[in-house]
């Protein structure tokens, strides 16, 4: 009997197209859906948030960072290609003399994960990064977000 990731059995059952893989390039991936591929600005998190559960607890958490550091915070919400309630927060932080605070990867990654993106984006963005990957942090969106 073959062995499987979790990961292969969901794909495996759902027939889906693998978008996580880490050997096809971003672009790549992206056409195979009719995606466009997202890449953060220097000061920008993006988070991939895929229920209205998950996207309270963002609210909670965006509460607690906000109380706890000097950023400014800028908020932009789109829906993800599976629509709502999947959707795509971009947080565009300044330091408080308005300057864009630049990310490192590594922090980038842990932060979206503190905020509550989904941990399996943030495992292969550390996977893309460890690997060498340019931009390991993107999005996938709608072409046509009609």
Request: include cysteine.
């Given at each position: ?6 990961m292969e059995m969901?794909?495996?059952n759902?027939a ?8 096809v390039?971003?672009?790549e ?6 995606c ?20 309270d607890?963002f ?5 607690e960072?906000?109380?706890?550091s000097?950023?400014?915070?800028e908020?932009?919400?789109h829906p ?19 300057m ?8 980038r990654i ?7 993106s989904?941990?399996?984006?943030e ?6 990064l460890?690997r060498?990957s ?10 046509d977000?009609?």
């Amino acid at each position: 009997m073959k062995k499987m990731s979790l990961m292969e059995m969901e794909m495996e059952n759902d027939a889906l197209i693998d978008t996580y893989n880490l050997d096809v390039s971003a672009e790549e991936a992206a056409a195979e859906v009719s995606c466009k591929v997202v890449i953060p600005e220097p000061n920008q998190l993006q988070l991939d948030l895929d229920s209205e559960e998950a996207y309270d607890n963002f609210k909670n958490r965006l509460v607690e960072f906000e109380m706890h550091s000097c950023y400014i915070i800028e908020i932009e919400e789109h829906p993800s290609k599976k629509g709502l309630p999947h959707r795509h927060v971009t947080l565009t932080v300044f330091d408080p003399d308005g300057m864009p605070h630049v990310f490192g990867e590594y922090e980038r990654i842990a932060l979206q994960a503190v905020l509550g993106s989904d941990i399996v984006r943030e495992t292969l963005n550390c996977w893309r990064l460890i690997r060498g990957s340019e931009n390991p942090s993107r999005l996938f969106e709608p072409i046509d977000p009609r």
